[in-house]
């Protein structure tokens, strides 16, 4: 699951800027809003962007691990 870390904390610290932007937007603090989006389309950016490129990786990794499960063979329980 290391593959989706990133774009996860990206996604944490989106929300985190909207809600500035949302107590900004309450406050009249419009000089916030200019650093605030630009960290939302920043991180925005980097989380599609690495999600993109390790999605591949983590549903091989997923398959692979599904794969393995499908293989092992439960041992027989017929002590009742």
Do not use: K
Not at 4 to 11: H, K, N
Not at 12 to 21: E, Y
Not at 67 to 76: F, M
């Amino acid at each position: 699951m290391r593959h989706l870390a990133l774009p996860f904390y990206c996604a944490a610290v989106v929300g985190l800027l909207m809600a500035l932007i949302a107590r900004a937007i309450y406050t009249d603090a419009g000089s916030l809003f200019p650093p605030f989006g630009a960290g939302v389309v920043f991180f925005t950016w980097c989380g599609v962007r690495d999600l993109r490129c390790n999605w591949p990786a983590f549903r091989e990794e997923m398959r692979q691990r599904s794969a393995e499960r499908a293989r092992i063979s439960l041992p027989a329980d017929d002590t009742h």
